[in-house]
């Protein structure tokens, strides 16, 4: 069975017994998946890291060898964990800069796999981890929902930034018409307040190393200080203007250029 009707199975269980863990992605998987190589020959801890280092690019599925290994790692502890070492990190450094209390320091926060998490849409059986390909009506009609949760290392990261002075902006691929739900799913789940939430115009072309890129210098232009740069995908943190320090969130499920 797949893993949508395996959560099910879960939920029903876990419902019955205890109410979940408050401040979950998602409910964790029993087990956590092993890397080894697959009769496909493919290591799946490997790609992994492959990925998250940038060196494996252009990609537009996981390998059907690996789904069941990156949906481990999604719904187990490791990412978790992962994403707790960088936004910790990110603090850290955050901890020592000197703001000037002008307003004008700012951080950059990607939404999706950095600050709210598709993890229940990519559970699902018609999703795959991101194995089976890229269907944007399905994926527009979740976003629309505005059903995602917060990543809880991200959301206290957040928390610390602003009591620490810095300004918050978002700055998604996510396309202008859904500014609504993005709005009111940022807010359910904790990021009540920002600076500026960019979203991504509909007659805007072109890649998001490019869109980023351009956005960031038009924030530079305007007085901010990017001191802090976060995202889940490489294009969020390369090009131009990327500032002080960009901090890698992990997300072995797709690849967005
Ligand atoms: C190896 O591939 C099989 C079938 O594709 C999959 O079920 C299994 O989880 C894979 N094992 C690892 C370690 O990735
Ligand atoms: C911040 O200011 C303090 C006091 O002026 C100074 O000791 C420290 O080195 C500064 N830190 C940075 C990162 O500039
Ligand atoms: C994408 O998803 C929609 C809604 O589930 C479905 O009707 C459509 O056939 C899918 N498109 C592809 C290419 O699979
Ligand atoms: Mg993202």
Known sequence: MGFGTYLIVVLTIATAVASPAANQIHLLMPH??????????INCLSWRVA??????????????????YVGHYMLGQQYR?????????????????????????????????????NIPYYARDDVAFGYIPYNSTRFDEWVASAAAPAIPASLKLYNQLIELGFKIVFLTGTREPFTVPRTENLKAVGYTQWEKLILKGVDE?????????????????GGYR?????????SDLLGSNAGDRTFKLPDPMYYIA
């Open 32 to 41: 956590s998946g092993s890397a080894g190589k697959n009769h496909s020959g």
């Open 226 to 234: 990017i001191r802090g740069n976060m995202g889940d995908q490489w």
């Open 205 to 221: 072309n072109g890649g998001a190393v490019e869109y980023k890129s351009s956005k960031r210098k038009a924030l530079e232009e």
């Open 51 to 68: 990925v998250e280092t940038d060196n494996i690019i252009g990609w537009t599925q996981i390998p059907e060898s690996c789904v069941d």
């Open 81 to 117: 964990d992962d994403c707790e070492v960088v936004a910790a990190e990110a603090y850290k450094y955050a901890q020592g800069l000197n703001l000037t209390g002008d307003g004008k320091d700012v951080w950059v926060f990607d939404i999706d796999e950095t600050t709210l998490s």
